[in-house]
């Protein structure tokens, strides 16, 4: 069966309304099609009786299988002991599928699954305290954290009592059934015998071959839906469902438009000067492409009116697709069905995709399809960028030529085409729209093509159209290169375009993906984190960074913070490394504003912009005006000055888990030795003999104009020291020093001022002071606006705020964060157990930093609440600022919990494995291994997680009491399991090969090779 969107012939297509009132194409085979409409749905969840398979041939196990595949979860219910069952069940279903396989009593709580060897595993025992059933348990556990709402859940049972027979042959006696089961209310019953279940099942299958491409995922952990069309969510949903790939980003507003829409595409590195007050740079807004007008017999289509039976929105976050169903019968009575698909290429950046199909369900007439490039966009804040537009329509596509006011060109073309019901894979596309009437037209701003296409009843039109987008800062002849390009496109089969970007996402998934058995919603909230973050990133772009809301919305303008380096890019260090590579020689490039603003403010070396756009200069507005119409003064700009240790510590890290020494010889020493050149003049030396670093603010930006702020402290002595370290170890080039003018006396400068900066640990209790002073402020705790209408500090003022002990959000929690070795293990709890019950988490940066400190510290409830509250951040939009694009900050914090956290990732000394690895080659370049302290959490049964180390992929893999990794590259490394902080045994892993340890008791066996062939 054909898809929708290939090249090549399909049959007649016909309408099925499920249960749920949502549609369905459906192509089925002869057998199929006499089943009831209610089945031709794509359902994620399928419970059946198993007593079913008795009958059925081979063929319902094989199908099964595919579904499995798919993505379903389906779950076989028995009167039959269950293991019996799951042993039945293993020569039909292959072991990778079984992870979505479930096993359960009809009559009773027993329920198993598999693990990911495919082997069962026991999930509820027989007899649970609160006598809940095993069908209530696997709600609960697996199907509705993955929100697969009732609609999408289908329960089939014997069709006759002769056929209620268990699979042995014996009578069912009094077992209850599916259809008599309560939790199973509002899902789609259906009854089977032999023959009818596998009609059921091969429909199944057959209706994601039909659609295609367009078909959203079965498998609900990689889907994120929004169904209906809600006026006062929609910003927020064009930020959640927004598509992106680094060089470009475009939020998922409606093709058609609203009155509420916000379109907006993002050209990542691109700024010109907002209409806030301040006027500070915004990322410019690109003309919008995605704009796809549908009439139908003259009437517009649109979801905002009435006559909208369905509409449903998903983000495929495995393939990278938006994709969108709409059943709507406009006010003439027709009714037309509509799919559409939007893609941003990951395969090539300049590639934007979408794709089209209408299908007329009652009348044969016209259609009129507008597609446009529009330059009328402004900023949120106002701004129209765009000096004025060039429309070329003799030229070959459409082809749209636009001027900013600050210089920047870009050529955007954009062709529109028909797939034809008969051609053959590898045939060209045609030029022209076949049947149909176009023209093109062109305004002061805007260039359209507009056909008018003959639709006849129960036959879907397909149409698709490649944009692309070139810019000035790419080539100095954007219209040029955009032309070729598309011309390059039009040549091509939409399967391939299409396939060229999935096989670019499925490439990043295998370095990025995780997973979680026993937790599947933060499994799917860290997907969405994951897609986010890959989506974010050009590893071929120095010259701009990740802003703090992605290339999802406008918020911040699209300023870059701290955010990046400390929560952003830890995740590419570890998955995807040339682009952190490339944020970080960013932050090179904008060298030159960091020491302009440290000598504006009477300093050495450089110190960061707290807001950096562009040009590295400093971007935070000296003032904002409130909702309630008050100016108030921002100090971040002037006093936050930790960024540029977080900065430095980055650099540092990304050096130590990759090995990139070209980068740590040049542009990273330049990094480090002007950050620390800055601590150094910045630092005052006290009569108490510490030297103190006064008038900051640090990550609680409750509390300005502190003194001896922990984290900056603390932070620029690692700054400093490791400064230190690589001038006096030879590591900078000749012409890095040379260039910099370095004194020979600095690095001894440097280790003093570090050695005497006052770090804030109370001797009698360990506690680390978050600043001086505050100790001494009044006393707060969190628990006592726990049920709060809004933030803390508007509730409390801010004389109240900077009086009392409330912090803003992980403050000396996140310095335990990132400096876990330096704090003393004696102090590291009593820390937590501090500060934790007095932060407001007024940040979405917060939650994941406590996360990550309180998995570490094997703190479970507070793991598990803090890792539940940073997924919610944009999934729940608990910020309530989701409109403004997605907390990315907090979606790299989530991984690091996941892998410094729960996984327990670190570094060891070689020094410290020379015991355990009395054999093993000297490396000299691998002066660290890479360790494992696992810490998983209650009900995760195992967890993967990928981590690149070194040129070096290494596949982990947690387990209660066990650990195995798996190596892939070209030479040996070392890795280390810990236990409470000590290496308990390490071994040099060979690429190609899988190695296991085991907690037996209290003793952790020595590393073994499990490879199998």
């Given at each position: ?181 309560p939790e199973l209310a509002g899902a789609v ?297 598309q011309a390059e496109l039009s040549s091509r ?449 195992h967890l993967k997680i990928p981590i690149t ?65």
């Amino acid at each position: 069966m054909s898809s929708l969107l290939e090249d090549s012939a399909t049959g007649p297509t016909v309408l099925a309304r499920g249960g749920s009132g949502s549609p369905t194409i459906a192509n089925a085979p002869a057998a199929a099609v006499k089943l009831p409409a209610e089945l031709h749905h794509r359902f994620r969840f399928i419970a059946i009786d198993a007593r079913l398979l008795a009958e059925a041939a081979d063929g319902a196990a094989a199908l099964l299988d595919v579904l499995l595949a798919m993505g379903v979860r389906v779950a076989l219910f028995a009167g039959e002991a269950v293991p019996h069952l799951a042993r039945r069940l293993e020569r039909g279903v292959r072991a990778e599928n079984r992870r979505r396989l479930f096993l359960g009593a009809l009559d009773g709580a027993e329920l198993h699954g598999f693990d990911r060897r495919g082997a069962a595993v026991a999930l509820v025992a027989r007899a649970e305290p609160d006598g809940r059933s095993a069908i209530a348990a696997l709600l609960d556990q697996v199907i509705a954290p993955l929100r697969i709402e009732p609609h999408d859940r289908l329960a089939i049972s014997p069709e006759s009592r002769e056929s209620r027979e268990s699979l042995d042959g014996a009578p069912a006696g009094g077992a209850r059934g599916l259809r008599d089961a309560p939790e199973l209310a509002g899902a789609v019953h259906a009854t089977a015998g032999a023959q009818r279940l596998s009609e059921i099942l091969a429909l199944q299958r057959d209706l994601d071959r039909e659609l295609g491409p367009l078909a959203a995922p079965r498998d609900a952990a990689w889907i994120i839906e929004e169904p209906g069309f809600d006026v006062a969510r929609e910003h927020e949903i064009e930020s959640l469902l927004a598509i992106a790939n680094g060089y470009l980003g475009s939020r998922a507003s409606l093709p058609e438009g609203s009155r509420v829409s916000r379109p907006a595409t993002f050209i990542a590195g691109a700024f010109e000067p907002s209409a806030d007050v301040s006027r500070v740079p915004e990322l410019v807004i690109a003309p919008d492409w995605g704009r796809l007008n549908v009439a139908i017999e003259g009437e517009p289509f649109s979801a905002e009116t009435g006559g909208v039976l369905h509409h449903h929105r998903a983000l495929d976050m495995r393939r990278g697709v938006l994709l969108r169903e709409v059943l709507r019968r406009d006010e003439g009575g027709h009714l037309i069905h509509l799919h559409t698909l939007h893609a941003a290429s990951l395969a090539n950046r300049h590639v934007l995709m979408e794709a089209l199909s209408i299908a007329p369900l009652n009348f044969t007439g016209t259609i009129r399809v507008d597609a446009i490039l529009s330059g009328d966009v402004k900023s949120a804040s106002g701004a129209a960028h765009w000096a004025g537009f060039a429309a070329d329509a003799s030229a070959k596509s459409l082809l749209l030529v636009g001027h900013t006011h600050g210089g920047l060109v870009t050529a955007m073309t954009s062709h529109l085409r028909e797939l034809p019901e008969q051609a053959a894979e590898c045939s060209s596309p045609p030029e022209l729209l076949e049947g149909a009437r176009c023209e093109r037209t062109t305004g002061a701003r805007s260039i359209a093509e507009r056909c008018d296409v003959g639709v006849r009843v129960a036959e879907p039109r397909r149409l698709f159209r490649t944009t692309t987008l070139h810019t000035s800062r790419d080539t100095p002849t954007p219209r040029e290169a955009g032309e070729a390009l598309q011309a390059e496109l039009s040549s091509r089969t939409t399967a391939g375009l299409l396939g060229e970007h999935t096989r670019a996402w499925a490439e990043r998934w295998r370095h990025a993906d995780v997973e979680i058995d026993g937790a599947p919603r933060i499994e799917r909230a860290l997907r969405f984190a994951l897609y986010h973050l890959i989506g974010a990133a050009n590893p071929d772009d120095p010259r701009c960074s990740i802003g703090a809301r992605g290339l999802s919305g406008e918020a911040y303008r699209g300023h870059v913070f701290w955010d990046t380096e400390t929560f952003l890019v830890p995740f590419y260090t570890h998955c995807y490394p040339e682009a952190a590579r490339a944020l970080l020689l960013y932050r090179h490039r904008t060298l030159a504003g960091a020491r302009r603003k440290a000598k504006a403010l009477g300093y050495e070396g450089a110190l960061y912009a707290w807001e950096s756009a562009d040009t590295g200069d400093e971007t935070t507005p000296p003032l904002v005006v409130t909702p309630f119409g008050e100016v108030v003064r921002v100090l971040s700009g002037e006093q936050e000055h930790h960024i540029s240790a977080d900065i430095a510590y980055a650099v540092h890290a990304y050096v130590r888990a990759t090995g990139d020494l070209d980068f740590q010889r040049g542009e990273g020493a330049e990094i480090l030795i002007e950050t620390a050149r800055f601590w150094a003049s910045r630092a005052e030396l006290g009569p108490d003999g510490h030297a103190h670093i006064r008038r900051v603010i640090g990550p609680d930006e409750y509390h300005e104009t502190v003194d001896d702020n922990a984290f900056t402290n603390w932070m620029a002595r690692y700054n400093l020291r490791v400064a230190a370290a690589i001038v006096r170890r030879n590591v900078a080039r000749a012409d890095v020093l040379a260039r910099l003018d370095l004194r020979p006396d600095e690095p001894d400068r440097w280790c003093d001022v570090a050695d005497r900066l006052l770090l804030g640990i109370d001797p009698q209790t360990g506690l680390i002071e978050q600043f001086a002073g505050y100790f001494g402020l009044a006393p707060f705790s969190i628990a006592d606006y726990a049920v709060r209408s809004a933030p803390v500090d508007v509730l409390l003022g801010r004389e109240r705020t900077q009086a009392c002990q409330v912090v803003k959000q992980a403050d000396v929690v996140q310095l335990i964060a990132l400096l876990w070795s330096a704090v003393p293990a004696s102090a590291r709890r009593d820390n937590f157990l501090y500060y934790e019950p007095r932060t407001a988490h007024g940040s979405s940066l917060s939650p994941s930093a406590h996360a990550l400190v309180a998995a570490r510290l094997d703190l479970h409830a507070h793991a598990e609440r803090y890792f539940e509250q940073t997924a919610d951040i944009d999934l729940g939009n608990t910020m309530g600022n989701s409109a403004g694009g997605v907390h990315i900050a907090a979606m790299g914090g989530l991984w690091q919990a996941v892998a410094f956290g729960v996984a327990g990732v670190t570094r060891v000394p070689r020094s410290a494995l020379s015991e355990a690895l009395p054999h093993a080659p000297p490396c000299p370049d691998e002066d660290e291994a890479i360790g494992i302290e696992p810490h998983l959490l209650p009900g995760w049964r195992h967890l993967k997680i990928p981590i690149t180390w070194r040129g070096r992929a290494l596949e982990i893999h947690v387990e209660d009491g066990a650990v195995e990794v798996a190596l892939e590259g070209s030479a040996p490394l070392p890795i280390c399991l810990l236990d409470a902080g000590t290496p308990a045994c390490a071994v040099l892993a060979e690429p190609g090969r899988r190695y296991a340890t085991r907690r037996l008791g209290d003793r952790v066996t020595p590393w073994e090779e499990v490879t199998t062939c």
